[in-house]
């Protein structure tokens, strides 16, 4: 009889605290852990819960309470629109309760059950999702085989929503009480027609070589019921010059790729055609444009204005197409030590017109500099002709130690990049000047800038050479010249790309050399 005294003495000893905290009502989510120290702690989510220790007000959660007694104490928690909590606890003069509580909100049941209406079509198919909303948070329901669900909420007030491909959708506002709310929601068969039709690309090149996401352009419209439709591409003289029948509708969203081509699979001449979707009585317009000059491929932009890595290039982007880049690099000598990161976004508003940013950080002899260029260019040439012509301006910031070699530091430049398309590539020249100190008269210097590469893109793979020499007239000091050479590797058809650069670099009697590794995405 003593032994086992003693057992159920040890076994409240060490284990009283969880035993006295636990009652029916409590949630998986409540913790009790002795830590060091003494007296007890409450925390609860979410916060700011009055705090009862026997009957007396102590203040909002999360509290410390170092002054409470050893022994039986019992907690009431209160929180406006959320259940009360009482647990009792047992505290000792050797530890420290730490008690983490979870407020629930009072919480009603809702059974639903959605129904067809009366009369309404066997054949069609009937497979309901349900959607439940609540100040902007939205989840789904899910429903048994009889279309039925049961669910737990917190009191308050829902939206359900109810959608099945060839019914009317249905809505209905509930008030969740603390009891039972019955929701019969009753769907009736749709009127077909079609609508919301969009474009992925508004222009499209159908000869794009290197990237098949801008030698296409899809569709995208609703059906609200089982049909299907004729798709028609008219031309200026609203003739016809494409047309084929649409599979059958057996989903809300649909979709279809055009690629420029006419009905017998030849490319169709630059300009703007009506794309025009029938179906039974409904028709849908929209306007899409054949532009040969469009161009989608990623260019280097560590220097702050795109291009080959040390010459701009006079190419932009389609309008509304965007480069992210990120590098990290290593050089070996004065101005490029350790491992400088860079991020680049190259963005075109619209056609012909394009602006680029890049920040850099350069971690050196634990001063970490930083720097960021800016620019806008424009293109004065279709991106088709042979020769492209653009005038880019420039400004660049760079704290100490946070000069990138490809850029000159903080200033303003201006490039005047051209460039000639062979078949087998283009050759670049990019004429600049570069005006350092302009916020200091005493340490204003203009530099001369002279970039030149070639440039050569075939589907998959980018590749190029560049060089450039800076000249510094006013000080009479030694040219600096860069070399380098990189590649942009992207397979298709995804967006992403993978670069590779290196060069060296020379400044006086001085030599070094310099590279990086980059991922990006170009679309």
């Known amino acids: 009889m003593k032994l086992r005294f003693w057992i159920i003495f040890i076994f409240l000893c060490f284990f009283s605290t969880a035993v006295l905290a636990q009652?029916?009502?409590?949630?998986?989510?409540?913790?009790?852990?002795?830590?060091?120290?003494r007296g007890l702690v409450i925390r609860t989510n979410p916060?700011?819960?009055?705090?009862?220790?026997?009957?007396?007000?102590?203040?909002?959660?999360?509290?410390?309470?170092?002054?409470?007694?050893?022994?039986?104490?019992?907690?009431?928690?209160v929180k406006e629109n959320y259940l009360d909590r009482a647990f009792d606890v047992t505290l000792f003069a050797t530890s420290r309760l730490v008690v983490s509580i979870k407020m629930e909100q009072p919480q009603g049941q809702?059974?639903?059950?959605?129904?067809?209406?009366e009369n309404s079509p066997a054949s069609l198919s009937f497979n309901p999702r349900v959607s439940v909303s609540s100040f902007g948070s939205v989840g789904s329901v899910a429903i048994d085989d009889n279309y039925k669900a049961e669910?737990?909420?917190?009191?308050?007030?829902?939206?359900?929503?109810?959608?099945?491909?060839?019914?009317?959708?249905?809505?209905?506002?509930?008030?969740?009480?603390?009891?039972?709310?019955?929701?019969?929601?009753?769907?009736?068969?749709?009127?077909?027609?079609?609508?919301?039709?969009?474009q992925s690309r508004k222009s499209f090149n159908p000869m794009s070589q290197n990237a098949t996401q801008l030698s296409t352009t899809e569709y995208r419209f609703e059906a609200t019921a089982p049909g299907t439709g004729l798709f028609n591409v008219i031309d200026n003289?609203?003739?016809?010059?494409?047309?084929?029948?649409?599979?059958?509708?057996?989903t809300r969203i649909q979709r279809f790729t055009w690629d420029g081509k006419d009905s017998s699979g030849s490319p169709l001449p630059e300009g703007i055609y009506t794309v025009s979707i029938q179906a039974e009585n409904n028709e849908l317009k929209i306007q899409t444009e054949i532009n040969y000059s469009l161009n989608l491929f990623p260019l280097s932009i560590c220097s702050g204005m795109s291009g080959l890595m040390l010459a701009p290039m006079p190419y932009t982007l389609p309008a509304g197409s965007f480069q992210i880049e990120s590098t990290l690099g290593y050089g070996n000598f004065d101005l490029f030590t350790g491992f400088p990161f860079t991020f680049g976004l190259r963005i075109s508003p619209v056609n012909n017109l394009e602006t680029t940013l890049n920040f850099n950080l350069n971690p050196q002899n634990n001063d970490t500099g930083w720097g960021i260029t800016g620019s806008v260019k424009y293109n004065l040439l279709k991106n088709n002709s042979p020769i492209a012509f653009a005038i880019g301006v420039s400004y660049s910031y760079a704290s100490n130690n946070g000069e990138y070699p490809l850029?000159?530091?903080?200033?303003?430049?201006?490039?005047?990049?051209?460039?000639?398309?062979?078949?087998?590539?283009?050759f670049v020249f990019s004429p600049g000047i570069f005006l350092h100190g302009l916020d200091k008269p005493d340490e204003f210097t203009p530099f001369l800038l002279l970039s030149a590469g070639y440039f050569l893109s075939y589907k998959k793979i980018q590749a190029g050479l560049s060089t450039r020499a800076e000249f510094d007239f006013i000080n009479n000091t030694k040219p600096r010249f860069f070399a380098g050479a990189e590649t942009q590797i992207f397979p298709i058809p995804s967006n992403f790309y993978f670069s590779l650069q290196a060069g060296i670099c020379t400044q006086n009697s001085r030599i070094g050399g310099f590279g990086s590794a980059g991922i990006g995405v170009v679309y």
């Open 47 to 77: 916060a700011g819960a009055r705090v009862f220790v026997n009957g007396v007000e102590q203040g909002l959660t999360p509290i410390t309470l170092d002054s409470l007694a050893p022994g039986d104490h019992n907690i009431r928690l």
């Open 23 to 37: 009652s029916p009502g409590d949630i998986v989510a409540d913790s009790f852990e002795e830590t060091a120290g």
């Open 407 to 426: 850029s000159m530091g903080k200033g303003v430049s201006i490039h005047l990049p051209v460039s000639y398309k062979m078949t087998s590539g283009s």
């Open 110 to 117: 809702v059974q639903i059950s959605i129904n067809k209406a």
């Open 237 to 250: 003289n609203d003739t016809i010059v494409f047309r084929k029948q649409l599979d059958n509708f057996d």
């Open 151 to 198: 669910l737990n909420l917190p009191v308050g007030l829902y939206t359900f929503r109810v959608q099945s491909f060839g019914w009317e959708d249905a809505s209905t506002v509930v008030l969740v009480t603390d009891g039972i709310v019955f929701v019969n929601i009753i769907m009736d068969p749709a009127v077909f027609r079609i609508e919301n039709l969009t």
